[in-house]
């Protein structure tokens, strides 16, 4: 890449760089620091015809042992930056939600403390409407912008990026946010984070030694119903499935754990076998939530 790109890491293995400790090397690994870093990768990239691919936490991403070829950037400097002005909340695309939700919540400012729990930057989360019961980013997000894979900018309104359940329409990489949020009691604040947090510590593997991507499939519509994915696979009698060094969590059924020696494909193998069991067993396709590089559909 171009002269004053410094943070550029060659063949970098994405195992350091994913939640649950899997995939290949990124053919380059990039830090960016600022917006015109980002968009001299961003053009050159294009004009290369060199794949480009954001990378947050990682936590949602099941990286093939093959790695992948092109660009990887990471959002750093200034996209890693939140503030607050009265209600309102700017944060950049790479902000660590975890930094920002306790912050929001000693301020006396609703409208985050339902995201805890799950480790996400603010664009990884908003690229699949991270939330859950509690509530979901989308729901207080006033706008988005940032940069289209062309180095091109955009905006967009809450409405335009067509939030659904773990879905959105981003045209691209987001780098900048505006969230509205509304003034409440710190203390009822406080003690409704620490519910959410118990109650995630008792039903999902947290633990360092239970490395996973989250909830490897969505909650699939029965009928008019969203329905719990993990007890469907819990019900088929899914718990403890396992290929090789992946296996379904005894503790929250939607989660795959792996242990060192597992491999990417070997939670795959897995993924496949507990998709064919809650269809036999309930009808039901489950359809995975963690995302795959490279897509296999879409190379
Ligand atoms: C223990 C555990 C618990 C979890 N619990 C939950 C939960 O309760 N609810 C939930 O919704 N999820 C949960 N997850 C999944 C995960 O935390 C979320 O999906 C999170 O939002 C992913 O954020 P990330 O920054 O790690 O994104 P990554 O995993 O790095 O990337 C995910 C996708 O977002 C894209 N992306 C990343 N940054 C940007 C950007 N700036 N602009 C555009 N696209 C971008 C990536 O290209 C990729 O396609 C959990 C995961 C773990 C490991």
């Known amino acids: 890449m171009g002269a004053f790109i410094l943070k550029e890491f060659l063949n970098e293995p994405l195992s350091q760089h994913c939640w649950n400790k899997l995939g290949g090397p990124a053919e380059c690994l990039i830090d960016i620091d600022t917006e015109d870093e980002l968009v001299q990768v961003l053009t050159e990239s294009h004009a290369k015809r060199t794949p480009v691919r954001v990378l947050g936490l990682g936590s949602n991403l099941l990286v093939s042992e093959d790695g992948v070829p092109g660009v990887v950037i990471r959002l750093k400097g200034e996209f890693a930056h939140f503030s ?10 790479g902000t660590d939600l975890r930094k920002i939700i306790p912050e929001s919540v000693r301020r006396g400012l609703d409208g985050l403390w339902q995201l805890a729990g799950f480790p996400a930057t603010i664009g990884g989360a908003l690229a699949m409407n991270a939330g859950g019961r509690w509530g979901e ?6 706008h988005c912008s940032g940069f289209l ?4 900018p955009y905006q967009q309104t809450v409405e335009e990026c067509q939030f659904g359940y773990r879905h959105s329409q981003l045209r691209g990489i987001v780098t900048q946010t505006t969230f509205h ?10 003690r ?15 633990g360092a ?12 519509l029965v009928g008019k119903v969203r329905c719990s994915a993990g007890q469907l696979i819990d019900e088929a009698g899914g718990k403890g499935m396992r290929v090789g060094g992946a296996s379904v969590s005894s503790e929250h059924a ?11 494909e070997e939670v795959m193998d897995l993924m496949n076998q507990v998709q064919q069991l809650v ?9 995975p939530e963690v995302i795959q590089w490279p897509n296999p559909k879409n190379p």
């Open 279 to 287: 269809a036999k067993h309930h009808n039901v396709n489950l359809v």
């Open 209 to 220: 030694n239970t490395p996973s991507s989250g909830c490897a499939f969505r909650n699939p």
């Open 149 to 152: 894979l062309d180095g091109t």
């Open 192 to 206: 409704q984070l620490k519910e959410v947090m118990a109650e995630k510590a008792i039903a999902q593997p947290l």
């Open 84 to 93: 607050f002005d009265g209600e309102t909340m700017h944060a950049g695309g």
């Open 181 to 190: 949020l509304k003034a409440a009691d710190p203390k009822l604040l406080r």
């Open 254 to 264: 939607n989660f795959i754990v792996t242990t060192p020696e597992a491999t990417p």
């Open 137 to 142: 980013i989308s729901d207080n997000l006033v």
